[in-house]
C-alpha cells in the first residue's frame, strides 16, 4: 500500500509538469485550430534559457521562470504574426507541416549553438527531500508542482479577467464578430501564440529540473501535450491542468505494473478509448 | 472564408486526377527508372529505390489524407507493420521470396487498417489524426516489447540473391501504386471519397456509405505503405522499430504530398523527386547542418507553395495572380 500511495505521489508531482506543457498546447490549438509541433522546440529553448542563467549567473531556475516566459512569448509573437500568419487560415496540414518545419529548424539551431551532449542543472536543493508518512516528497518536484499550479492559476485570471484574455475567448467562439466588435485578430493571434510558447519556455524550465537537457529533449514531452489535450478537452485551463495530472498518474502506475517500456504505449491506449468514447475529452464540452 | 476556398477550388488542380500531363509524365519518368540498376551505380540505384519508396508512402497516404481529406499522421505504422513482416518471415521460416512478404504484408496491414478503421475513422479532422499517431507510437512501442517480432533489438536479414530484385520490387509497387491511384480517382469510389471530403454528411444523405468507402480507403492506402515497408525491410537488411517507425518514414511523404499537391494523381510522385533532390543538395553541400536547412526549405514551401507544386499549373493572372493566391489563408 505504501508503493501505491508514492507512485501516486510521484504521479501527480510530476503531472503538474505535463499540465504546463499542454496549457500552451491546448491554447493555441482550441483558439486558433493550430497543432503547433514546435511545442516541443519551444519548451527545448526554455530550458536551454534556464541553463544558461544557470551556468553563467547562477540565477536559481525558479527565479529564471518569468524570464523564460517573456523571452518566448515575445519569440512566439514574431513567429505568428510574420510566419505563420500567412497560412493561419489553411487546412490543418499547412499549420501542422510549417510548425514541424520551424521545429526542425529550432532544434538544429540548438545543436549548433549548444551542442548534442547531455546537460543538467544541479542546485543546491537538487535531491533534497521530506517525509510525508510513508511517502517520500522531493522537494524540488514539490515547488516545481505548486509553480505549475501558481502558473495555471495566473492563465485562468488572465483569461477570465482581462480585456485581451475575454477577447481571446471572444475570437475562439466567433472570429467574425470578435472582428465587428474591434478586436485586431492578427494580433490577438499572435498573444495566443504567445502565451504558448512562454507558456511552453516556462514548462522547459520546470522540466530542467528533473530532466536532462538537450536539443531533442522536447520530442517526448509534445505527444505527453496531444494526451493531456484530448484527456482533458481542447482549450480548457482546468482540463489541461486536470488531464496533465491524471495523465501523470496514469504514466507513473503505467511504468510500475506493466512495464517500463510499455508506459507510452499504455498511455497512448488510454488516448486511443477516450477519443472514441469520448472525443471532447473528460473536461470539455459535450458539443465539440 | 467559404468564398475563398470555393474560388480555390474553381482554380482546382484540372479535375479530379490533377493535371492529366503531370501524370503521363510521371509514367514515362518511372519508364526511364527501370534503367537505373543497369547502369550499375550503388549510389544512384540506392537513392533511387529511396525516391520509389517515398512516392509509395505518399500516394498511399495521399488516398486517406488527401482524396478522402482524413489527414493520418499515422500511416508509418503500416510501413512498419510491412517491414516487420517481412523480417519476421526471414527470421522464423527462413523465407526470401519477396512477392510472398509483400502480399503477406499488404494482407496484415489492410487487416489492421480494417480492424483500427471502424472506430478512429468516426473522428474528425485533428482527432483523427492524433489518434493515427496515437497508434504509430503505440504499435512501435509494442512490437519493441515483444521479442518474436523482433523487440528493440530487431533482425539482420541476410540478402540472399540478386541485389537488384529490390529495386525492381519497389519500382513494381510505386507504379502499380500510381496507377491504381489513377484509375481510383477517376471511378465512381474516386468520387465518393472527394464528395466525402467535401461535405460528408451531404455525401451520406446523398446515398454515399461513408463509413464503408473512408474504410476501404484506409485499407488501400494501408496496403501500398506495408508493401513498401516490406521491401524496405529486405533492401535494407535490418529492421528494428526505430528504423522501420522512424520520424522521416512518417512525415517525409506528406511533405512530399504537399509538396507536389495533395489529392492529384501524380502529386506525391512529384513532390518525391523534388523533396529528394532537394535534401540530396543540401546534405551534399551543407553536411553537418542539412537538416536545419530542410526545416527551413519546409517553412518555404507551406508559405509559397500551400497548395502544391502542381497548383502552379492551373494559377490563372500570372505572377500576380500567385501572388493574390498566397493572400487567401491570411488573417
Given at each position: 500500500?505504501?508503493?501505491?500511495?508514492?507512485?501516486?505521489?510521484?504521479?501527480?508531482?510530476?503531472?503538474?509538469?505535463?499540465?504546463?506543457?499542454?496549457?500552451?498546447?491546448?491554447?493555441?490549438?482550441?483558439?486558433m485550430?493550430?497543432?503547433n509541433?514546435?511545442?516541443?522546440s519551444?519548451?527545448?529553448?526554455?530550458?536551454?534559457?534556464?541553463?544558461?542563467?544557470?551556468?553563467?549567473?547562477?540565477?536559481?531556475?525558479?527565479?529564471?521562470?518569468p524570464?523564460a516566459?517573456?523571452v518566448?512569448?515575445?519569440?512566439?509573437?514574431?513567429?505568428?504574426?510574420y510566419?505563420?500568419?500567412?497560412?493561419v487560415?489553411?487546412?490543418?496540414?499547412?499549420?501542422?507541416?510549417?510548425?514541424?518545419?520551424?521545429?526542425?529548424?529550432?532544434i538544429?539551431?540548438?545543436?549548433?549553438?549548444?551542442?548534442?551532449?547531455?546537460?543538467?542543472?544541479?542546485?543546491?536543493?537538487?535531491?533534497?527531500n521530506?517525509?510525508?508518512?510513508?511517502?517520500?516528497?522531493?522537494?524540488?518536484?514539490?515547488?516545481?508542482l505548486?509553480?505549475a499550479?501558481?502558473?495555471?492559476?495566473?492563465?485562468?485570471?488572465?483569461?477570465?479577467?482581462?480585456k485581451t484574455?475575454r477577447?481571446?475567448?471572444?475570437?475562439?467562439?466567433?472570429?467574425?464578430?470578435?472582428?465587428?466588435?474591434?478586436v485586431?485578430?492578427?494580433?490577438?493571434?499572435?498573444i495566443v501564440?504567445?502565451?504558448?510558447?512562454?507558456?511552453?519556455?516556462?514548462a522547459?524550465?520546470?522540466?530542467?529540473?528533473?530532466?536532462?537537457l538537450?536539443?531533442?529533449?522536447?520530442?517526448?514531452?509534445?505527444?505527453?501535450?496531444f494526451?493531456?489535450?484530448?484527456?482533458?478537452?481542447?482549450g480548457?485551463?482546468?482540463?489541461?491542468?486536470?488531464?496533465?495530472?491524471?495523465?501523470?498518474?496514469?504514466?507513473?502506475?503505467?511504468?510500475?505494473?506493466v512495464?517500463?517500456?510499455?508506459?507510452?504505449?499504455?498511455a497512448?491506449v488510454?488516448?486511443?478509448?477516450?477519443?472514441?468514447?469520448r472525443?471532447?475529452?473528460?473536461?470539455?464540452?459535450?458539443?465539440? | 472564408?467559404?468564398?475563398?476556398?470555393?474560388?480555390?477550388?474553381?482554380?482546382?488542380m484540372?479535375?479530379?486526377?490533377?493535371?492529366?500531363?503531370?501524370?503521363?509524365?510521371?509514367?514515362?519518368?518511372?519508364?526511364?527508372?527501370?534503367v537505373?540498376?543497369?547502369l550499375?551505380?550503388?549510389?544512384?540505384?540506392?537513392?533511387?529505390?529511396?525516391?520509389?519508396?517515398?512516392?509509395?508512402?505518399?500516394?498511399?497516404?495521399?488516398?486517406?489524407g488527401?482524396?478522402?481529406?482524413?489527414?493520418?499522421?499515422?500511416?508509418?505504422?503500416?510501413?512498419g507493420?510491412?517491414?516487420?513482416?517481412?523480417?519476421?518471415?526471414?527470421?522464423h521460416?527462413?523465407?526470401?521470396?519477396?512477392?510472398?512478404?509483400i502480399?503477406?504484408?499488404?494482407?496484415?496491414?489492410?487487416?489492421?487498417?480494417?480492424?483500427?478503421?471502424?472506430?478512429?475513422?468516426?473522428l474528425?479532422?485533428?482527432?483523427?489524426?492524433?489518434?493515427?499517431?496515437g497508434?504509430a507510437?503505440?504499435?512501435q512501442?509494442?512490437?519493441?516489447?515483444?521479442?518474436?517480432?523482433?523487440?528493440?533489438?530487431?533482425?539482420?536479414?541476410?540478402q540472399a540473391?540478386?541485389?537488384?530484385?529490390?529495386?525492381?520490387?519497389?519500382?513494381?509497387?510505386?507504379?502499380?501504386?500510381?496507377?491504381a491511384?489513377?484509375?481510383?480517382?477517376?471511378?465512381?469510389?474516386?468520387?465518393?471519397l472527394?464528395?466525402?471530403?467535401?461535405?460528408?454528411?451531404?455525401a451520406a444523405?446523398?446515398?454515399?456509405?461513408?463509413?464503408?468507402?473512408?474504410v476501404?480507403?484506409?485499407?488501400?492506402?494501408a496496403?501500398?505503405?506495408a508493401?513498401?515497408?516490406?521491401?524496405?525491410?529486405?533492401?535494407?537488411?535490418?529492421i528494428?522499430p526505430?528504423?522501420?517507425?522512424a520520424?522521416?518514414?512518417?512525415?517525409?511523404?506528406?511533405?512530399?504530398a504537399?509538396?507536389?499537391?495533395?489529392?492529384?494523381?501524380?502529386?506525391?510522385?512529384?513532390?518525391?523527386?523534388?523533396?529528394?533532390?532537394?535534401?540530396?543538395?543540401?546534405?551534399?553541400?551543407?553536411?553537418?547542418?542539412?537538416?536545419?536547412?530542410?526545416?527551413?526549405?519546409?517553412?518555404?514551401?507551406?508559405?509559397?507553395?500551400?497548395?502544391?507544386?502542381?497548383?502552379?499549373?492551373?494559377?490563372?493572372?500570372?505572377?500576380?495572380?500567385?501572388?493574390?493566391?498566397?493572400k487567401?489563408?491570411?488573417?
Amino acid at each position: 500500500m505504501n508503493l501505491f500511495f508514492q507512485i501516486l505521489v510521484n504521479g501527480i508531482l510530476v503531472g503538474g509538469i505535463f499540465a504546463v506543457v499542454a496549457l500552451g498546447f491546448s491554447l493555441v490549438w482550441g483558439i486558433m485550430n493550430i497543432i503547433n509541433l514546435a511545442h516541443g522546440s519551444f519548451l527545448m529553448l526554455g530550458a536551454y534559457i534556464a541553463y544558461v542563467l544557470f551556468a553563467n549567473y547562477h540565477l536559481d531556475p525558479f527565479l529564471s521562470l518569468p524570464i523564460a516566459f517573456v523571452v518566448m512569448f515575445l519569440f512566439g509573437y514574431l513567429i505568428q504574426r510574420y510566419i505563420i500568419n500567412f497560412v493561419v487560415r489553411a487546412p490543418i496540414l499547412t499549420t501542422f507541416l510549417l510548425t514541424f518545419g520551424l521545429s526542425l529548424l529550432l532544434i538544429n539551431a540548438a545543436l549548433l549553438v549548444f551542442h548534442g551532449d547531455i546537460k543538467g542543472i544541479t542546485t543546491s536543493y537538487s535531491g533534497a527531500n521530506f517525509s510525508l508518512g510513508p511517502v517520500t516528497v522531493p522537494w524540488s518536484k514539490l515547488w516545481t508542482l505548486v509553480a505549475a499550479l501558481v502558473i495555471t492559476a495566473l492563465m485562468q485570471l488572465f483569461l477570465t479577467g482581462t480585456k485581451t484574455g475575454r477577447a481571446i475567448r471572444a475570437t475562439s467562439m466567433d472570429i467574425g464578430a470578435a472582428q465587428l466588435s474591434g478586436v485586431r485578430v492578427a494580433h490577438l493571434y499572435a498573444i495566443v501564440f504567445g502565451l504558448g510558447s512562454g507558456l511552453a519556455g516556462a514548462a522547459g524550465v520546470l522540466v530542467s529540473l528533473s530532466y536532462s537537457l538537450q536539443p531533442s529533449m522536447g520530442d517526448p514531452f509534445l505527444i505527453k501535450a496531444f494526451v493531456v489535450c484530448v484527456l482533458g478537452g481542447l482549450g480548457s485551463v482546468q482540463g489541461a491542468l486536470v488531464g496533465g495530472i491524471l495523465y501523470g498518474i496514469l504514466e507513473a502506475f503505467g511504468s510500475q505494473y506493466v512495464g517500463t517500456g510499455l508506459q507510452d504505449a499504455v498511455a497512448l491506449v488510454v488516448l486511443l478509448i477516450v477519443l472514441i468514447v469520448r472525443p471532447t475529452g473528460i473536461m470539455g464540452k459535450a458539443t465539440a | 472564408m467559404a468564398k475563398t476556398s470555393a474560388v480555390l477550388r474553381k482554380v482546382g488542380m484540372g479535375g479530379i486526377t490533377g493535371n492529366r500531363y503531370a501524370f503521363y509524365i510521371s509514367c514515362a519518368i518511372l519508364a526511364v527508372l527501370l534503367v537505373v540498376p543497369s547502369l550499375h551505380n550503388g549510389y544512384l540505384e540506392n537513392l533511387f529505390r529511396g525516391v520509389l519508396m517515398f512516392a509509395t508512402l505518399s500516394l498511399g497516404w495521399n488516398i486517406i489524407g488527401g482524396y478522402t481529406g482524413y489527414v493520418s499522421f499515422g500511416n508509418v505504422v503500416f510501413f512498419g507493420v510491412g517491414a516487420t513482416v517481412s523480417s519476421v518471415l526471414w527470421q522464423h521460416y527462413q523465407q526470401q521470396n519477396i512477392v510472398l512478404a509483400i502480399v503477406l504484408a499488404a494482407i496484415v496491414a489492410a487487416l489492421m487498417a480494417l480492424i483500427l478503421g471502424f472506430p478512429i475513422l468516426r473522428l474528425k479532422g485533428h482527432y483523427f489524426g492524433i489518434a493515427t499517431l496515437g497508434i504509430a507510437l503505440a504499435t512501435q512501442e509494442i512490437i519493441s516489447n515483444i521479442d518474436w517480432l523482433g523487440g528493440g533489438s530487431g533482425f539482420t536479414i541476410r540478402q540472399a540473391g540478386f541485389f537488384s530484385e529490390y529495386y525492381y520490387a519497389m519500382w513494381a509497387i510505386c507504379v502499380i501504386s500510381l496507377v491504381a491511384t489513377w484509375f481510383i480517382a477517376r471511378s465512381k469510389f474516386g468520387y465518393a471519397l472527394v464528395a466525402i471530403r467535401e461535405n460528408e454528411e451531404a455525401a451520406a444523405i446523398l446515398g454515399v456509405d461513408a463509413t464503408k468507402y473512408k474504410v476501404i480507403a484506409w485499407m488501400i492506402s494501408a496496403m501500398m505503405a506495408a508493401a513498401a515497408g516490406s521491401v524496405f525491410a529486405f533492401a535494407n537488411g535490418f529492421i528494428d522499430p526505430p528504423t522501420s517507425f522512424a520520424v522521416d518514414n512518417n512525415v517525409f511523404p506528406i511533405v512530399m504530398a504537399i509538396l507536389g499537391g495533395v489529392g492529384t494523381v501524380a502529386g506525391p510522385l512529384v513532390g518525391a523527386f523534388v523533396l529528394t533532390a532537394i535534401n540530396e543538395t543540401l546534405w551534399s553541400k551543407f553536411p553537418q547542418i542539412h537538416t536545419l536547412f530542410f526545416g527551413a526549405v519546409i517553412v518555404l514551401v507551406v508559405l509559397f507553395l500551400p497548395r502544391g507544386i502542381l497548383w502552379l499549373l492551373a494559377v490563372r493572372g500570372g505572377f500576380r495572380g500567385f501572388i493574390n493566391s498566397l493572400k487567401a489563408y491570411r488573417v
